[in-house]
């Protein structure tokens, strides 16, 4: 059964730094890609960055672009996303999710496993 825990999200002020965690079990993940996506009520949910299996390929939202960076660690089945220089607008739920292919996506309907989310607040 395959189980993904994000963690680390919070309340902090703009400019401030978080990191997210999301640790991944039940499965072989190491040639999947991985994604974090964000959904802020009564908005879509986005997609934020993604990574494929052996870390060679990451994609991000335009919005997060050069503040935000993600990373994996295939040995201890965690994923990171590292939130530098936080705005209000970075204020959001943050999902992890598994797409169970090596193919590159920042579409959310492709990804195949889904956690339950860890809120971001970011407020002065």
């Known amino acids: 059964q395959v189980q993904l825990v994000e963690s680390g999200g919070g309340l902090v002020q703009p400019g401030d730094s978080l990191r997210l965690s999301c640790v991944y079990s039940g499965g072989t993940f190491y040639s999947y890609v991985l994604g974090w996506f964000r959904q802020d009520p009564g908005k879509e949910r986005e997609f934020v960055a993604a990574?494929?299996?052996?870390?060679?390929?990451?994609r991000y939202a335009d919005s997060v672009a050069g503040r935000f960076t993600i990373s994996r660690d295939n040995a201890k089945n965690i994923m990171y996303l590292q939130m530098n220089s936080l705005k209000p607008e970075d204020t959001a739920v943050y999902y992890c999710a598994v797409r169970r292919s090596s193919v590159m996506s920042t579409i959310g309907f492709r990804y195949d496993f889904w956690g339950q989310g860890t809120q971001v607040t970011v407020s002065a």
């Open positions: 990574i494929n299996g052996n870390s060679v390929i990451t």
